[in-house]
């Protein structure tokens, strides 16, 4: 047998769909880009611009804290860059505002979505395969209970799997029954 014949077939994807050509992607590499990076150096200059030369210059008392731009650069960028790191660090860490936007992403992402699901899933089965090893592993058997668990387990996880989809919302209502059991307990 040659070593690079298996009994699994591997063979290249079609990549050339609509999804997945330069243009479509490069078109999100220069939103991101544009988003991320250059607008936000662009708004920060023209706010600092702007909020000097048409509100600074015109204030005398104003004038006497700010005596020239690059001065004011520096006392606003000293202040700001600080401030702002703590607004941010307020946001995801100490409010609910970032769950909030988590919570919406995979609401409305369903891939990120089955993801979570997918996950979850995975994450109960094996801790039920675990507990399942440790008790034959002691020669203990099965109670009633713990047999009546795993084929609802195995029920469950059969009925998500084969139908759900992309366009029904099977993983959503999981993912808002584990959000609420979670946020009970």
Not at 58 to 86: C, D, E, R, T, W
Not at 121 to 128: E, I
């Amino acid at each position: 047998m040659d070593f690079l014949d298996s009994e699994i077939d591997i063979f290249e994807l079609d990549t050339r769909d609509v999804k997945n050509t330069p243009s479509f992607r490069g078109w999100f590499y220069f939103r991101m880009g544009w988003s991320t990076y250059f607008a936000f150096i662009f708004a920060a200059i023209n706010t600092l611009t702007v909020t000097y030369f048409l509100a600074i210059e015109k204030y005398p008392f104003l004038v006497a804290v700010f005596p020239n731009f690059p001065q004011y650069v520096v006392i606003i960028s000293a202040i700001g860059v600080p401030l702002l790191i703590l607004i941010g660090y307020v946001h995801y860490k100490r409010t609910m505002a970032f769950r909030a936007e988590a919570d919406v992403m995979v609401e409305a992402n369903p891939y990120q979505r089955r993801n979570f699901v997918n996950n979850t899933m995975n994450v109960k089965l094996n801790l039920k395969l675990l507990s399942l090893i440790l008790k034959l592993s002691n020669n203990e058997k099965l109670s009633e209970k713990e047999s009546k668990e795993i084929q609802d387990m195995q029920n469950e996880l059969t009925n998500i799997v084969d139908n759900r989809s992309f366009a029904n919302d099977l993983d959503l209502e999981y993912y808002k029954k584990e959000i609420k059991k979670e946020l009970e307990s």
